[in-house]
């Protein structure tokens, strides 16, 4: 059983199918399957069972699966230690960022990136924050940043930017001041579909108060969302964040409550994995961002 093969069978399982986990590794399809298949021979058991939309893992490859994670994220933690002896590190990090926030900033973030570490390689993945927490736990990121990601003792959360909730209404509707809970359930909305951390901490807020929405729609972006309220379908809920393009300023929009809702945007790092040089020069990097760009 050769580390390899580890890393083979384990980008096989992530992308879902040979065919994709051989563009992952830029492998040929055949030689792929055969060092699969050679680590099956070895262990004596059947890892993966083929199907009409991929491969899917029996159970001696789920049991593999976790130990194999593990020995791939002990051997990148050493050669990140060694190269953490030289003055310039290399290697490579992953940083999950959620669509909003990517947008504005992957630029600036690899920018500096790579003034800073010119050696190193830093990917960016963008994601729901639900998706991405799940993704750092699971050791396939080295940092996250999430709204309001829910508790958990694998994850450190430091927190980054609060900013308050808004009711966004179609061009030249005319909006109070303030918009209280109650009154939110008068108002025709487009609301990101679950799941989703706007979303979940809506629910949170309005759920035990009994104030239900009139949801015309639901979407899965931002954009989506503020292009039907330009259109005059409904209205949606975002913090001032998610208002930067230029057409977004006409939209009508008052802040929620008493009592106001706020979202959080945090920097999660796994608790179980050490910081390396490198992890800790880039999320310096993203503290240092202006996230209300």
Known sequence: MELRQLLYFVTVVDAGSFSRGAVVLDLAQPSLSRQIAL???DLGQRLLVRTGRGVTTTEAGEALLVHARAMLDISRRAQDELREMDESPGGRIVVGLPPRVALGLSAPL???FREKFPRAVITVLEGLSVALRESLIAGRLDLALLFDPAATPQLAFQP????RLLLVAPPKSKLPAR???SALANYPMVLPSAPNAIRHLLDSVL???HIELQVLAEVGAVRTALALVATGVGCTILPESALGASADDALPRSPIGPPAIWNALVLATPVARPATRLTRGTAQLLQELD???
């Open 160 to 163: 980054l930017m609060r900013e």
């Open 179 to 181: 918009v209280g809970l």
């Open 110 to 112: 690899i920018q500096r």
């Open 291 to 293: 996230f209300r760009r």
């Open 39 to 41: 680590l099956e021979k």
């Open 207 to 209: 759920g035990p108060r």
